[in-house]
């Protein structure tokens, strides 16, 4: 157990729905960080929060979002999915927000049919 | 922004043999590169990573090189047995003000042959 945990673990859903994914972050770690990973696809960046606030965003389209909040928990909203959208979706922390290592969350494997 | 290319995409090994993956990076100024293990399903882990003011980092049959001048650092896996077969990323990273996105290489998917 990384300390990191994601809720659900599976989510299956159709076409054009919105899903809501959460994630609480390591104890004492104020940053979070949202991945997606597609099938035979690397770790592509969505966003960054630290201690509620955004900080960094990446390729994350415009019908996502996310917000963090006072309790340091992280919710990643998905919406108008498309089949596309498939994929792993990682949440990870670290303490700071500094550029060291991330402790990853387990995931949540998102499939839209 | 930064660029990573990992290479190869798939390694074969036979077990006690070493294995070598290489990264490449475009921005000068990222300073922090980690390595990921990810086995099929679960999440990335942390297997080692390295700061620009060192060279060589070692944790027992690991280890991790980094060539600042060529931007180029490497994964080193020496006595490899079956249970490091999985898929290993690399990453690469520089501090900011405004935020810390750390960029990822496609992932290398090692096979270590009993």
């Known amino acids: 157990d990384s300390g990191v945990t994601q809720t659900p673990k599976h989510l299956i859903t159709a076409t054009g729905q919105r899903v809501t994914l959460r994630c609480s972050p390591r104890?004492?770690?104020?940053?979070v960080y949202w991945y997606q990973q597609s099938l035979d696809q690397g770790l592509q960046f969505l966003i960054q929060?630290?201690?509620?606030?955004?900080?960094a965003k990446g390729n994350i389209l415009e019908r996502f979002s996310a917000q963090q909040f006072p309790d340091l928990h992280s919710e990643l909203n998905l919406s108008s999915l498309e089949l596309g959208d498939s994929a792993l979706y990682f949440c990870?922390?670290?303490?700071?927000?500094?550029?060291?290592?991330?402790?990853f969350g387990s995931g949540t494997r998102l499939t839209v049919v | 922004g930064e660029n990573v290319e990992q290479h190869p995409s798939t390694l074969s090994v036979q077990e006690g043999d070493s294995a070598v993956i290489k990264c490449t990076y475009s921005?000068?100024?990222?300073?922090?590169f980690p390595w990921y293990k990810q086995e099929l399903g679960k999440r990335p882990q942390l297997i080692i990573d390295?700061?620009?003011?060192?060279g060589e980092k070692k944790d027992q049959r690991i280890a991790v090189t980094l060539n600042k001048t060529a931007k180029h650092f490497s994964l080193h896996i020496t006595e490899t047995q079956p249970e490091d077969s999985a898929v290993y990323f690399c990453?690469?990273?520089?501090?900011?003000?405004?935020?810390?996105?750390?960029?990822f290489g496609t992932g290398t998917s090692l096979t270590v042959i009993p």
């Open positions: 921005d000068s100024a990222s300073n922090y």
């Open positions: 990453a690469a990273s520089r501090r900011r003000d405004t935020g810390n996105q750390f960029y």
């Open positions: 104890s004492g770690d104020l940053s």
């Open positions: 929060y630290y201690n509620g606030e955004e900080r």
């Open positions: 390295i700061r620009s003011n060192v």
């Open positions: 990870a922390s670290n303490p700071t927000g500094e550029n060291y290592g991330y402790t």
